[in-house]
């Protein structure tokens, strides 16, 4: 995952993108290390120069979850906490990166839950498939911050590793917002693994 090759990030795509939270531009972008390109979207609203740092989500995409609207995990309810959130504020990112499965892909994400249909947890059910628990970089979303001249963000995260990552990838996160689901039963033990596994912080 991690490449020794510095990123180089290219710009795909740029156009107006209406949605039911608003008008965001939507952009597409291509990060470069020599070998397949990874790829992310971005959406963006409002105007993100100015004394305040702007709202910023980096979310990674869950098919299950984003569109099927699966309640295994919390994915789609963040996906939209940080839309709406940015919305209320007018102005704000949202980066959406290829990385389905916190990066293991959409098949093995399925291969974990029938692991976990028969007892393993979210981590267990990655390690058992030769997985790290979470195999996602972060420097795709840094050179994106930096594309958009953002040295400072106030980041929409449950997961002080995420903190950590932005800051390593030179910008600096002057608050961490909590981006909190409502807690199902279908998706308890999902939660729970992040919390004590996984360090993330959920009230």
């Avoid at 795909?12 to 992310?40: C, K, L």
């Avoid at 692991?115 to 947890?121: E, T």
């Avoid at 002080?160 to 961490?176: F, S, W």
Wanted: charge should be negative.
């Amino acid at each position: 995952m991690h490449n020794s090759s510095p990123l180089r990030l290219e710009k795909v795509a740029e156009a107006d993108f209406p949605t039911q939270f608003g008008s965001f531009r939507i952009y597409g972008f291509e990060g470069h290390t020599g070998g397949p390109p990874e790829e992310a979207v971005v959406l963006k609203m409002g105007n993100l120069e100015g004394a305040d740092p702007p709202l910023v989500r980096i979310h990674s995409e869950c098919l299950t979850g984003d569109v099927f609207h699966s309640l295994r995990c919390d994915c789609r309810a963040q996906l939209e906490i940080a839309l709406k959130s940015i919305a209320q504020e007018g102005r704000g990112l949202l980066i959406y990166e290829h990385q389905e499965g916190r990066g293991i892909g959409l098949l093995n994400k399925l291969r974990a839950y029938e692991l976990q249909d028969h007892g393993a947890d979210t981590v267990e059910a990655n390690e058992r498939l030769g997985f790290d628990s979470d195999l996602r970089s972060y420097e795709l979303p840094g050179a994106i911050l930096r594309y958009f001249n953002l040295p400072a963000v106030r980041l929409l995260s449950n997961n002080p590793e995420k903190v950590a990552a932005v800051e390593n990838a030179g910008v600096r996160v002057t608050e961490r917002v909590p981006c909190l689901a409502d807690v199902v039963d279908t998706r308890k033990a999902y939660l729970r693994t992040k919390r004590e596994k996984m360090g993330h912080l959920l009230e």
